[in-house]
């Protein structure tokens, strides 16, 4: 994975309570982790606000690959990417990182597939068309 395609990056708050006995931050973190930097990237790429009880998204799948531990004090980084899309669903790959002798080093990364659901009529539903438009402008 190259960071250079990544162009959405979230600096993590790491905290106290993501610390497990081993001293590092505990795996189940790094869905919250990649879930804040999803949030972002809706924020940052999506020009109209989101309704999310009409056009709201359900997480169907996760997967996650760990590859260095994650400390307290150290400066850790998640980058997002939609990677795909489908009729109602679409992928989002994330990579978390964190600074290591000034160097970004590869700690996890995951993919989740989201489903696009609409909660007054609890169906799902077509990604909206603004949404792709945006993304594609974003990630050109």
Known sequence: MNLHDFKHKQKIQIRYKDIDKQGHVN???HITYFETARV???KDVFTQQI???KTGMILACTEINYMEPIFLEDTA???TKITSFGTKSFEITNVITKLKNDKEVLCAE???VIVCFNYEINST???PPHWKDAV???EA
């Open 136 to 138: 594609n402008k974003f």
């Open 125 to 127: 539903v077509e990604i």
């Open 110 to 112: 995951g993919k989740s």
């Open 27 to 29: 795996n189940a973190n």
């Open 51 to 53: 309704d999310w009880i």
């Open 40 to 42: 972002e990237y809706f």
């Open 77 to 79: 980084y998640c980058y």
